[in-house]
């Protein structure tokens, strides 16, 4: 899946701080080429990642190229954001703060918001949503680390990608099978990191393509087809 060229040149990219209860979260605010306002994907990453994360940084530039804005940031203890010694609850918080800067965005429409979730980050978006501390429109989970329950009272649409050959899979499966708002997508072949050959491109393809297909009006669609 190779990135257009000429969008990835006109496309803009900026670093941003956002602040929250004294907690400084570093960011990086990625606008495509067009005329705004753009839908949006906020990516999550998992424990010991940070924006930086190669497979999340490759999907976001994908999206961008499709004209969809994206906001990588550090969650609190990682990256260049500040600590927050609360950990967990800490990690919805941070969620809870971006989803917001980003809703106040005026490039931004706050009507058109995505969440990206890997690993970790799946069950923090999925935590932050249940509890209506945010209200995306729809959310893609790769690699979630969730039991049976996970997504239960998720009411999103949502995609989970997961490989057929991640430790996660069995239980990613059954928890899927237990929410309405849930599609499950197996990459064959695939371990946890979608390290195999074609597995990240494949995981890549059908996050972009779930996200334009929910957050791309018809006329945006149309002009750029």
């Known amino acids: 899946m190779q990135r257009p060229t000429a969008e990835a040149r006109s496309s803009t990219q ?27 994907v906020v990516f999550v990453h998992g424990r010991g990642s940070s924006k930086d994360s190669p497979r999340n ?7 961008v190229d499709a ?12 990256g260049d954001s500040s600590d927050d010694p609360r950990d967990g609850a800490a ?19 706050a009507g058109r918001i995505g969440v990206a979730g890997s690993s970790l980050g799946a069950v923090i978006a999925t935590d932050a949503t249940r509890s ?3 209200r995306p429109t729809t959310m893609v989970f790769r690699a979630p680390p969730v039991d049976r329950e996970g997504f239960s009272g998720l009411d999103v649409p ?17 928890a899927a099978g237990q929410s309405h708002a849930v599609t499950l997508s197996v990459v064959s072949g695939a371990g946890h990191l979608f ?3 074609g597995a990240l491109e494949q995981a890549l393809e059908r996050t972009v393509s779930w996200f334009e297909g929910r957050l791309r009006s018809p006329e945006r669609k149309q002009a750029t087809s």
Request: proline share 8%.
């Open 158 to 174: 949502s995609l989970a990608i997961v490989g057929s050959l991640d430790p996660l899979f069995k239980s990613v499966r059954e």
């Open 57 to 63: 940084v490759v999907i976001a530039a994908h999206l």
């Open 14 to 40: 900026r670093d941003v701080t956002i602040q929250r209860d004294g907690v400084r979260l570093s960011a990086t605010f990625w606008l495509p080429a067009g005329s705004p306002p753009f839908p949006c």
């Open 67 to 78: 004209g969809i804005a994206a906001l990588l940031f550090d969650l609190s203890g990682h």
């Open 91 to 109: 990690f919805v918080d941070d969620v809870t703060a971006v989803f917001a800067w980003a809703q106040a965005q005026p490039e931004l429409d």
């Open 195 to 197: 390290d195999e050959p």
């Open 132 to 134: 209506a501390r945010i």
